[in-house]
């Protein structure tokens, strides 16, 4: 099963893909802790990337497509997927069943998270205060949210067209949260 979790900054993608991973032996795959690690270890491609990501716009669809390839085609991976963070856009939504037919997989479930522009804004900064991430500075947040907005309706449409598509809302406590995200895989997998 490959299931993508999709949603604004805050929304708590990263949480709930943490407990998914552990409950129904998945692999988590974020694009963006992929990204951070490319800058944290100072390789060719983080100084490529930084001011982008610190700035709150998205790297090149080209860049993460590459990343995401390495995941998708390692056999140990194959069907127990869990996308974070991709895809952001309709071009990579439809690189992702490309890339996934290759590797003959697909999408079982698409979760999206719904939270307000006031809750991104309060967990980023509780965020902040924890994590001292450089892209969770309330006004870069407010840019990834109002990015994400742009982008994210296409995805949504494409998603529900193909009846992947499953809302949650992002604003319950996480261990409500954890169990409609429980329910909705167990019912998938029948
Ligand atoms: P995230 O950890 O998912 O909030 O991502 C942090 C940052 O990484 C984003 O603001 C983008 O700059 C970059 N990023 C993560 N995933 C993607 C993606 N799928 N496409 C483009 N940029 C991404």
Redesign the pocket.
């Known amino acids: 099963m490959n299931i993508v979790i999709f949603g604004p900054?805050g929304a708590g993608?990263?949480t709930q893909s943490k407990f998914i991973v552990k409950k129904f032996n998945l692999y988590q795959l974020?694009?963006?802790?992929l990204?951070?690690n490319e800058i944290k270890n100072k390789t060719q491609l983080g100084l490529k990337?930084s001011s982008?990501?610190n700035s709150?716009?998205?790297?090149?669809?080209l860049i993460?497509s590459n990343l995401i390839e390495k995941f998708v085609s390692n056999k140990s991976y194959k069907n127990k997927i869990i996308f974070?963070?991709?895809?952001?856009?309709i071009i990579?939504a439809k690189n992702l069943d490309t890339l996934l037919s290759k590797y003959d997989q697909k999408i079982d479930l698409v979760l999206k998270l719904s939270v307000s522009l006031e809750t991104v804004k309060k967990r980023i900064a509780e965020r902040q205060a924890l994590e001292k991430r450089e892209?969770d500075s309330e006004e870069v947040a407010v840019k990834?949210y109002k990015n994400y907005e742009i982008s994210s309706e296409p995805v949504l449409t494409y998603y529900k067209k193909l009846n992947l598509l499953k809302l949650v809302n992002g604003e319950a406590g996480i261990s409500d949260i954890n169990l409609e995200i429980s329910g909705l895989i167990d019912s998938i997998k029948g």
Do not use: A, F, W
């Not at 974020?30 to 802790?33: A, K, L």
């Not at 709150?56 to 669809?61: A, I, M, P, Q, T």
């Open positions: 900054p993608k990263g974020s694009t963006g802790e990204l951070r990337i982008i990501m709150g716009e998205l790297v090149s669809d993460v974070d963070g991709y895809p952001r856009n990579q892209d990834r």
